[in-house]
T-cell receptor, first 116, second 111 residues
Framework: ETGVTQTPRHLVMGMTNKKSLKCEQH?????MYWYKQSAKKPLELMFV???????ENNSVPSRFSPECPNSSHLFLHLHTLQPEDSALYLC???????????????FGNGTRLTVT | RKEVEQDPGPFNVPEGATVAFNCTYS??????FFWYRQDCRKEPKLLMS???SGNEDGRFTAQLNRASQYISLLIRDSKLSDSATYLC????????????FGKGTKLSVIP
């Protein structure tokens, strides 16, 4: 299934590096999301874009910087990360707002990030 | 109280067994509820939405109890391929993007 594609699959970076995660969705959806999944923690919403406009920033540190150039692409720019930022970063998309039982989030396969 | 609480398991059950998971939520105004499935080292995928009257999809049955603020997932005739982590997901209200995820319940179906 290639509805939501994330690259790279794995990333190891030092605390002084700058890197970017990329997400692309081929589903014609209007909303895109970044989630963080750490070991033994529930998924945490980081950012939401609806029609390319950022609608949610869940008190995420400024060392994470999202970019949404169009409805199909989403980036997460990383700089001066900390070891505790090591996690699985999941991109997701949806057709509309999460309202009602018909709502579905479509996730990408994630980028496993390790900060050394 | 945690917003969405699940027993982390693991639940180790033999093939063919029936297993049930519960999930409690703290926000009484929550509007919609879902079960997602996440295989090891893979992304979560929607398993089923939970309707107010309860709903069934093959071997899977989901129930909602608003009075007690819990939802349940019942899996009958467990298959090896059912082994995964099951995430309880709650939408707290209209217009909110803040789907709240539980930590998940791990299920291992044993031959």
């Amino acid at each position: 299934e290639t509805g939501v594609t994330q690259t790279p699959r794995h990333l190891v970076m030092g605390m002084t590096n700058k890197k970017s995660l990329k997400c692309e969705q081929h589903l014609g959806h209007n909303a895109m999301y970044w989630y963080k999944q750490s070991a033994k923690k529930p998924l945490e919403l980081m950012f939401v874009y609806n029609f390319k406009e950022q609608t949610e920033n869940n008190s995420v540190p400024s060392r994470f910087s999202p970019e949404c150039p169009n409805s199909s692409h989403l980036f997460l720019h990383l700089h001066t990360l900390q070891p505790e930022d090591s996690a699985l970063y999941l991109c997701a998309s949806s057709q509309e707002l999460p309202e009602g039982v018909r709502f579905t989030l479509h996730f990408g396969n994630g980028t496993r990030l390790t900060v050394t | 109280r945690k917003e969405v609480e699940q027993d982390p398991g693991p639940f180790n059950v033999p093939e063919g067994a029936t297993v049930a998971f519960n999930c409690t939520y703290s926000n009484s105004a929550s509007q919609s509820f879902f079960w997602y499935r996440q295989d090891c080292r893979k992304e979560p995928k929607l398993l089923m939405s939970v309707y107010s009257s309860g709903n069934e999809d093959g071997r899977f049955t989901a129930q909602l109890n608003r009075a007690s603020q819990y939802i349940s997932l019942l899996i009958r005739d467990s298959k090896l391929s059912d082994s995964a982590t099951y995430l309880c997901v709650v939408n707290p209200g209209a217009g909110s993007y803040q789907l709240t995820f539980g930590k998940g319940t791990k299920l291992s179906v044993i031959p």
